[in-house]
Each structure stands twice: as C-alpha cells, then as structure tokens.
C-alpha cells in the first residue's frame, strides 16, 4: 500500500531541467488519485508546447517505479498551465504573456513567422490572440482568409469593446480591419501609437495564454511608444541571412535592450535561411549568406530559436488564406516550443526574483 505523500516524495526527485526545481515544489504535480495499485495523477507542464513532454512523463513513471514500487499500475495525464508574466497580468489581468515579433526591416518575414506562431500555439492547445500591428503592411487577414471580415462590437462588464476576428481558432485583431485594402494608411506616430493601445484595451481578447503582436518594421516613434507602454514579456527578432537585414535586425535588438525598455530578447529567428531543392531533399543552399543571426544571438545574450528554409509553398498557402492548415507549419513547431520554453524560462526567473525582493 502507498499514501499520496509517497507519490508527492516521489515525484519530488524529478526536475523539470528547464527551470531547475523539482515538479512537487513546482506545482505540477496535482489531482492525485490511488486505487489498490493503481495511480493517476496530472502533471501540470508550464506550456502545452513544452518540448519536454515524453521526457518528464518518462522520468515521473520511474521516480514512482524506483521510489515506492515497480508494480503499480500509473496513469499520468499530461497537461498545462501556462505560466504568466506577472508584469502582463498586472495591466492585462486576462492576458498571461505577449510577444512582440520585431524585425529591422520589412519583408524578412515578420508577419510569417507572427502568424505561424500564433497557428501552431493554438494548435498545441494554449488559446492565442494575434495583433497584427503592422501599420505599414498589414497582411495577416490574408493569410488567415479573414481580410473581408468586418469587426463587430461587444459589451463586456459594461465597456463596449471590439470584438476580434476568429482565425481557426486564434484571436486576430488587425488595423487592416479599419481601413479599405487598398487604402493606405497615413497616420502620424502618435495616433498611431495611441490607435495601437486601443487595440489591446479595447479589444474583447478575453484569456490568452499568448497575445503575439506583429510590430511594424524597424524603430521609429511608434515602436518605441509600444514597447515602453505595453507590459511586454519578450521579444523575438526575425531577420533573412543578409548582411543588410541583420545590421537592421540589430538595431531592432538594440531598441529592446536599453535600460529604459528592458524587454528580454526570447530568441532570433532566421527566416529564409537557405533552400532545398525538392529533388534534392538533402541540399542545403544557403542563398543570402550564413551565420549572421548566431553572431546577432550571440551579441545580444540570446538564441537563434529557428532557422527556416525558403518554401514554395508557404508563400501561395499564405498568399491564399490557409496559413492554418499549411504543411509548412510543421518547420514552425519545433520553433514554437522553443519559444514557449524560453518564455516559461523568462516568468520562471522573472518570479523567483520579485519574490526574493520579498
Ligand atoms: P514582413 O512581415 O517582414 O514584411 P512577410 O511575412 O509579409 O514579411 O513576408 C514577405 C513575403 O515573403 C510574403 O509574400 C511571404 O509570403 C514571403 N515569405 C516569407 N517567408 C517565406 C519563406 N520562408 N519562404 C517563402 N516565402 C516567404
């Protein structure tokens, strides 16, 4: 016979080697549940992108097999909570993280790489909102099929907000929405940044575990505004190989790293990376060069998250509306987890640090 607090005990031995603690202490370890021999019991992952999955599962089976008995029957449900950044919480009670996904200049692919991320976290079970704040360009309607959706008003607790676009299943909220597509948008920094806070306070998102928000390109007023006022968990820079993308790409990263913003780089990632021929799946072509965004992670204490190839058909999947159901987003969910690991990582440590300031 064994009790629960010979499971808790147990499970006290497995690390979760992301954030260096074990998943009792952590948390994780809830809805235990024993019969004769048999147990079940949920374990509670930081993300339901946690690219650590089958290994925590793995090593909870043999802390309980090793620690009370090698004949109970376990049943392990594996779940997540997406952990929240305080800071985004405080402004947002609703919203428990949101990215920026910046880039020195236009068509790197900055709206790609926001979209897919957005497509693929929600596929993995979080519930995502998309803002596609890329006043210079907003083509994130499109490549969700949504662009003649018109926006809806809602009351919520006596406020009247907008109401978002469901995108198979993620929350988009574009300024595209606002204006004819051929229009072109010419509004002064400004109001522009005063346009793009509305879009997050006045917006029905509802709970999201993930708000992405596609910024413009580059680092004029409007970005500057919106990273010092919106309660942002971290950034991600997406830059092609080139020389010129990258030297731009810095001065992106530069922006989130002065002490007055303070916003951690979670990760670069290097879209158009190289080529592969169809008929020649093991051929690598690096057409705009290599090893720009290691040198840019590395100048600014970060990773490169993902590298991603130059792809036919993601170029007419999203040119045609079916960024969700393209099978290039399958480059994107190795990314993901990345993404969602070293955002755990950033809350993780951002938590441990307010709560030794007591
Ligand atoms: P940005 O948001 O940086 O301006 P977009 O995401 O709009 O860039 O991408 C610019 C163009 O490049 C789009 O037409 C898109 O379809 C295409 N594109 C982006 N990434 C890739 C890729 N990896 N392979 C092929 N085409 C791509």
Redesign the pocket.
């Known amino acids: 016979m064994f009790i629960k607090e010979d499971v808790l005990k147990a499970l006290s031995h497995v690390d979760d080697p992301d954030l260096n603690k074990d998943l009792v202490t952590l948390n994780m370890i809830r809805d235990i549940e024993i019969k004769d021999n048999e147990l079940w019991f949920s374990v509670f992952l930081t993300t339901p992108a946690c690219p650590l999955k089958e290994m925590i599962e793995t090593a909870c089976r043999n802390a309980i097999s090793h620690f009370i008995s090698p004949n109970i029957k376990v049943h392990i449900k594996m779940t997540a909570e997406v952990m929240a950044d305080n800071k985004t919480t405080a402004q947002l009670p609703n919203v428990k993280n949101i990215i920026a996904i910046a ?1 020195g ?9 926001s979209a897919s991320l957005a497509a693929i976290l929600n596929q993995y079970g979080a519930s995502v909102g998309l803002l596609d704040a ?1 006043i210079y ?1 907003p ?1 994130i309607p499109l490549m969700f099929g949504v662009q003649n959706k018109g926006i809806e008003m809602v009351v919520e607790e006596g406020k009247e907000l907008m109401q978002p676009i469901n995108a198979d299943g993620v929350k988009l909220f574009s300024i595209g929405f606002l204006s004819k597509p051929d229009e072109a948008i010419v509004w002064r920094g400004p109001m522009i940044s005063q346009a793009l806070k509305q879009f997050i306070n006045g917006v029905n998102w509802g709970e999201l575990d993930y708000l992405i928000i ?1 910024l413009p ?1 580059g680092t004029g007023d409007v970005q500057l505004t919106l990273v010092q006022t919106l309660p942002i968990t971290g950034a991600v820079i ?1 830059t092609t190989p080139q020389n010129m993308a990258i030297s731009d790409a810095k001065r992106a990263a530069a922006m989130f790293a002065m002490p007055s913003i303070n916003i951690p780089i979670l990760g670069v990632i290097e ?2 990376a190289y080529f592969t021929p169809t008929d020649m799946p093991d051929k690598k072509y690096y057409i705009f060069g290599q090893g720009g965004a290691q040198v840019l992670a590395e100048q600014f204490n970060t990773k490169v998250i993902g590298q ?5 058909n ?2 007419t999947d ?2 045609t509306g079916k960024i969700s159901n393209s099978s290039s987003l399958k480059n994107f969910s190795e990314i993901a987890k990345r993404l969602a690991q070293s955002i755990a990582i950033q809350n993780s440590k951002n938590n441990n640090e307010s709560a030794s300031k007591g």
């Open positions: 880039s200049k236009g068509g790197v692919g900055k709206s790609t790489v890329d360009g083509s596609d390109p997406v879209n158009m991603l190839p130059i792809q036919e993601l170029m999203l040119d």
